[in-house]
């Protein structure tokens, strides 16, 4: 029996909360446990926080990154609309300048074939005048009684 009690006193720990009976083991060894395992506890539970306040700034940072993300796809496309618009804008310039454009040549040769027909018109005038003129007085040569005036005949 000393024998195993020798054995039992080399394992135990240097100061033992427990008090040691007649044959040098503790009395209470559920609290020596205790004793030892508290520390470890205690470092787990505070991993634990640990872990859990990183989880939550991580959360937190990802949660800045994705706002700033989202501030930053709102600044592109409303540069890009705004970059669509003016490009609208400058076609719908250009469009107005070749219509315009176009708008002037055709006036242009209107004003041009109004002018020639003018011109045809002012140059037939006096040829058509004196035919008719012609016509009319040979006619009233032709046949004076018919183109007496009805004060003439009384």
Same mark, same amino acid.
């Given at each position: 029996?000393?024998?195993f009690r020798g054995f039992l006193t080399r394992f135990r720990p240097a100061a033992s909360p427990g008090r040691a009976t007649s044959g040098g083991v503790p009395a209470d060894r559920s609290a020596e446990l205790r004793a030892e395992l508290t520390p470890p506890l205690a470092l787990l539970e505070q991993a634990q926080a640990d872990a859990l306040g990183v989880r939550e700034r991580a959360e937190a940072a990802a949660a800045a990154r994705l706002h700033e993300a989202e501030a930053l796809a709102d600044e592109i496309l409303t540069e890009a609309r705004e970059k669509a618009l003016q490009a609208r804008e400058e076609a719908a310039e250009r469009s107005l300048r070749a219509a315009e454009a176009q708008a002037a040549e055709l006036l242009a040769g209107a004003e041009r074939e109004a002018a020639a027909v003018r011109d045809r018109a002012t140059g037939r005038? =006096?040829?058509l005048a004196e035919r008719a003129l012609a016509l009319v007085?040979?006619?009233i040569t032709a046949e004076?009684?018919?183109h007496?005036? =009805?004060e003439a005949g009384s």
């Amino acid at each position: 029996m000393t024998g195993f009690r020798g054995f039992l006193t080399r394992f135990r720990p240097a100061a033992s909360p427990g008090r040691a009976t007649s044959g040098g083991v503790p009395a209470d060894r559920s609290a020596e446990l205790r004793a030892e395992l508290t520390p470890p506890l205690a470092l787990l539970e505070q991993a634990q926080a640990d872990a859990l306040g990183v989880r939550e700034r991580a959360e937190a940072a990802a949660a800045a990154r994705l706002h700033e993300a989202e501030a930053l796809a709102d600044e592109i496309l409303t540069e890009a609309r705004e970059k669509a618009l003016q490009a609208r804008e400058e076609a719908a310039e250009r469009s107005l300048r070749a219509a315009e454009a176009q708008a002037a040549e055709l006036l242009a040769g209107a004003e041009r074939e109004a002018a020639a027909v003018r011109d045809r018109a002012t140059g037939r005038t =006096p040829a058509l005048a004196e035919r008719a003129l012609a016509l009319v007085l040979a006619d009233i040569t032709a046949e004076p009684e018919l183109h007496t005036s =009805p004060e003439a005949g009384s």
